[in-house]
């Protein structure tokens, strides 16, 4: 379950990842469970989980395991979420003890917990984004079965694989990001906990062999990173809070805020054709209205603000061209 080689030779002079391949199930496992199904004697019953095995065999268990090819420069990460070094400085360290050696990268689970709009996604995109693997989101609030993680009996009419089965043998990767949106949202009833597929998977040594309840094959998903948010701890069991390294995520001050804000404006502005279009600087007053904004509802305002200059034919954005209530009292929760 554990083999790897090397894909991609080390050249730590590069900020490309290094890439090796790892073996995330085994085929013989696969085999023998397609076998019985062909024996089965209701074959319609079993198109669905016999597809599953098809593709699972036709794809081969290998997946690519990446990381950044020695310490990347995080200089930019830092600027960009300054309220979030005390995480960025825990991957820091991870990625500095994978840097000279063959061995992947092990980032230790994180909760990262602080106020709605806050940019804990954001984080964790841009996470993803640097050490060069995919990004997968499980939004807990949203869940109404205790399947969603682990998948449901192949028993059952509808059921299908979970999205730790999908992230690694529908992905591409073998360390993919995913990311447990809400956490303290999930809402356990007395049938199904929606979190009890945890309790294994934060561990590295039972992460190796996960077995989703659907497919009912061990997958090996011990080299997933990690990322779990909440509003509040109170509603996660100990159990899951003491598997994780728990960041709690203040909201920026108000320099930060410029900063962000800042930041915000020039990568829309950057991104886009028509930002050739707008000043690179925004002014100063729009950067006092936006940082009293969280960072979701700063991009909001800043599409607004984009949109309304040129209608007005200006490069310029202006404190009018912000949404209406944009400059009123500041938002609860951020530091000024």
Do not use: C
Not at 216 to 226: M, N, P, R, T
């Amino acid at each position: 379950m554990t083999t790897t080689h090397s894909l991609v030779p080390q050249s730590p002079s590069m900020g490309l990842p290094v890439a090796q391949l790892r073996n995330v199930f085994r085929p013989g496992d696969v085999e023998r469970r397609l076998a019985r199904l062909q024996d089965a004697g209701s074959q319609r019953e079993y198109e669905t989980l016999r597809a599953v095995y098809e593709r699972m065999l036709e794809r081969g268990p290998e997946r690519f395991q990446v990381k950044p090819s020695g310490v990347p420069d995080m200089a930019g990460l830092y600027e960009q979420l300054p309220n979030f070094s005390d995480a960025l400085d825990d991957v820091k360290r991870h990625v500095a003890l994978a840097q000279d050696s063959r061995d992947g990268l092990e980032v230790t689970p994180m909760l990262l917990i602080g106020p709605p709009g806050i940019g804990k996604t954001h984080f964790a995109r841009q996470l993803a984004e640097l050490l060069g693997t995919g990004m997968n989101l499980v939004p807990m609030s949203s869940m109404t079965a205790g399947w969603l993680l682990s998948g449901s009996s192949s028993q059952w009419k509808g059921a299908r694989p979970g999205k730790v089965f999908e992230a690694l043998v529908d992905g591409e990767y073998a360390n993919p990001v995913i990311v447990v949106d809400e956490i303290d949202k999930a809402s356990a009833d007395a049938q199904y906990d929606p979190l009890g597929a945890l309790y294994g998977l934060l561990e590295h040594d039972t992460a190796q062999s996960f077995t989703d309840e659907f497919a009912e094959i061990a997958i090996d998903a011990s080299q997933v990173i990690w990322i779990t948010t909440a509003n509040d701890e109170r509603g996660i069991p100990a159990p899951i809070l003491n598997r994780m390294n728990v960041f709690e995520v203040q909201a920026p001050s108000a320099e930060q805020a410029r900063t962000i804000a800042r930041n915000l404006y020039q990568g829309i502005r950057e991104g886009h054709d028509w930002g050739r279009l707008i000043d690179p600087e925004p002014q100063a007053d729009v950067l006092d209205i936006l940082a009293q904004m969280p960072p979701r509802e700063m991009r909001r305002a800043l599409m607004t603000g984009f949109g309304n200059a040129r209608l007005q034919h200006r490069s310029t954005v202006e404190v009018a061209d912000l949404p209406r209530g944009a400059s009123g009292k500041p938002r609860m929760g951020f530091v000024q």
